[in-house]
């Protein structure tokens, strides 16, 4: 019996080919995955300063006693938090993140120290720790991609509304210098021209529309850039905020 790997990306024939590639812009999936990574930053953002407080907050206030109770109140949280994020995640990014069922200790002590001693408990903290990260990626490249993207497309509805200067602007000139030169018989033979680019502004259609083709292939590049780090980011997840106890407890059957 042969196996073979599917790939999202085949490219059988053009049609393959178009259809991959600019596909991207009407799948459902991919605006799940935007609209995850939109999420990303506000919420590390939350994770962020709740724990750059609580725990400084719960270190220094130890000696009071009363910080032992916030520190393991900020472990119970970031505890639902990860759950919130597996969630989410399963819910926008179609990832599924194993859960193991456990019976939940009687006893207040009981639950504090399977609070204290669970592995996920302290990879939940890492987790929600380096949300921000995933966030500001996410935030960098949709200002600086998407927005641009969705700003040039805009370009034939605006060029040509009074008030609208729609080009490019240079505080000086910028001269470009393109240049060819090979040798022949122990001489150098080249030419060189000199083109300088002071001001340029889109005032006809068809330069409005040749714009608007650079918005759509920086906007085909730009959703599949976004749908790579969804990806990461669902693969990641899955990572740190899956069941390890499921994993021990299957290791020490296999032992057995």
């Known amino acids: 019996m042969s196996s073979k790997l599917s790939s999202p990306y085949a490219f059988g024939d053009a049609r393959t080919l178009a259809r991959t590639v600019f596909g991207v812009a009407f799948r459902p ?3 799940r995955n935007l609209c995850y990574l939109t999420l990303a930053f506000p919420l590390g953002f939350c994770y962020f300063l709740l724990f750059a407080v609580g725990v400084p907050l719960g270190v220094v206030s130890t000696i009071f006693v009363v910080g032992v109770p916030i520190l393991l109140g900020m472990l119970a949280i970031a505890s639902g938090l990860a759950s919130f994020e597996r969630r989410l995640t399963t819910w926008l990014l179609d990832v599924e993140i194993p859960t193991g069922e ?6 207040l002590v009981g639950r504090v120290r399977r609070l204290v001693t669970d592995v996920g408990t302290w990879t939940a903290v890492v987790y929600l720790g380096t949300k921000l990260v995933v966030g500001v990626v996410a935030f960098e490249v949709t200002m600086l991609f998407l927005v641009t993207a969705v700003s040039l497309l805009a370009i034939p509805f605006v060029y040509d509304q009074p008030g609208v200067y729609v080009g490019v602007v240079t505080d000086a000139p910028v001269s470009l210098h393109p240049a060819v030169y090979f040798g022949w018989d122990e001489m150098l033979i080249g030419l060189e021209t000199v083109i300088t680019v002071s001001t340029w502004q889109v005032d006809t259609l068809g330069e409005a529309l040749a ?5 759509v292939c920086l906007l085909v590049f730009t959703l599949h850039l976004l749908n790579a780090l969804a990806w990461l980011s669902g693969r990641y997840t899955r990572l740190m905020l899956r069941d390890r106890h499921g994993d021990v407890a299957s290791e020490g059957n296999a032992v057995q």
């Open 29 to 31: 999936q991919t605006y």
């Open 102 to 107: 456990r019976e939940t200790p009687a006893s």
């Open 211 to 215: 714009v608007a083709g650079l918005g």
